[in-house]
């Protein structure tokens, strides 16, 4: 079963960073853009960023540009989210997701930025 | 940005109803709309993709269609399982958007 599942999440300081891992199994990792997708508490879903099959382009919401970095390592099936300079405002459930049109998800991990 | 709206922002349906949802964008998108089905404390699960496509493994109660900026998702007989929020999204130009979504709740 093609699988998705994020780890790392956890509770941080504003100002504070935090990095998130998304792992693929079941499927040709390496062939897919994948994405961070986030939802704060009782809100609607926001895309965050994403990053083509050999990891040579990214995007990102404006909002998070300059302080979150994606990254993928094809070898490992593995994506990240490096998150620097966290504010409240980013306090959500994150998820992998893949592809443009997002057919599969992870069951997202949960960061809490709180002083 | 690509602004998404969805209409109704909620709705009250049985078991059995004809259920629509509309998602209009502010611009045109090519067809690059996709729709979602999420429960309370679930990860998201994609139902349609490229406006009018069923993914593998999706109920074919569920259609969707439109091109441009208006587009519709219908269930045609809502069975228990599908009361949930529904949400579409753009893939057509960055940043990638959501509509607020709607709610489908039983009357």
């Known amino acids: 079963e093609e699988q998705l599942v994020e780890s790392g999440g956890g509770l941080v300081q504003p100002g504070g960073s935090l990095r998130l891992s998304c792992a693929g199994s079941?499927?040709?990792?390496?062939?897919?853009?994948l994405s961070w997708v986030r939802q704060a508490p009782g809100k609607g879903l926001e895309w965050v960023a994403n990053i083509k099959e050999d990891g040579s382009v990214t995007h990102y919401l404006d909002s998070v540009k300059g302080r979150f970095i994606i990254s993928r390592d094809n070898a490992k099936n593995s994506l990240h989210l490096q998150m620097n300079s966290l504010r409240v405002e980013d306090t959500a459930v994150y998820y992998c997701a893949r592809r443009g049109g997002h057919d599969q998800w992870g069951q997202g991990t949960l960061v809490t930025v709180s002083s | 940005d690509i602004q998404m709206t969805q209409s109704p922002s909620s709705l009250s349906a049985s078991v059995g109803d004809r259920v629509t949802i509309t998602c209009r964008a502010s611009q045109g998108i090519n067809n690059f709309l996709a729709w979602f089905q999420q429960k309370p404390g679930q990860a998201p699960k994609s139902l349609i993709y490229?406006?009018?496509s069923l993914q593998s493994g999706v109920p074919s109660t569920f259609s969707a269609s439109g091109s441009g900026t208006d587009f519709t998702l219908t269930i045609s007989s809502l069975q228990p399982e599908d009361f949930a929020t529904y949400y579409c999204q753009q893939y057509n130009s960055y940043p990638f958007t959501f509509g607020p979504g709607t709610r489908v709740d039983v009357k």
């Open positions: 490229a406006a009018s």
């Open positions: 079941a499927f040709t990792f390496r062939n897919y853009w």
